[in-house]
Nanobody
Framework: QVHVVESGGGLVQAGGSLRLSCAASGRIFSIAAMGWYRQAPGNRRELVAT???????NYADSVKGRFTISRDNAKNTMYLQMNSLKSEDTAVYYC??????????????WGQGTLVTVSS
């Protein structure tokens, strides 16, 4: 089995910063794409940012210029640096990873989420 666990959420004032981490563990041969998603109360889960195994990134328009996604392949860990936070960034943030457990078997794994609350 493979797992991903998020950490780093919390309460922050508008304009502040937080750094989220997502650590993968278990039977991992390699990790392909990873991503951060978020879900605010009453809303659908939405893409925040993704990163490939080679470091190519993609961001939602709403976070471009404020959030930075990165990963450390040696540690099987992904990060999300969030700056200039706004109240509308308040949500549960989820980690998603496409993990190869053996060379030709890929599984999609979701974390339990970490709550980010931005007070105005």
């Amino acid at each position: 089995q493979v797992h991903v666990v998020e950490s780093g959420g919390g309460l922050v004032q508008a304009g502040g910063s937080l750094r989220l981490s997502c650590a993968a563990s278990g039977r991992i041969f390699s990790i392909a794409a990873m991503g951060w998603y978020r879900q605010a109360p009453g809303n659908r889960r939405e893409l925040v940012a993704t990163i490939t195994s080679t470091g190519s990134t993609n961001y939602a328009d709403s976070v471009k210029g404020r959030f930075t996604i990165s990963r450390d392949n040696a540690k099987n860990t992904m990060y999300l640096q969030m700056n200039s936070l706004k109240s509308e960034d308040t949500a549960v943030y989820y980690c998603n990873a496409q993990i190869f457990t053996i060379p030709n078997i890929r599984v999609e794994v979701w974390g339990q989420g970490t709550l980010v609350t931005v007070s105005s």
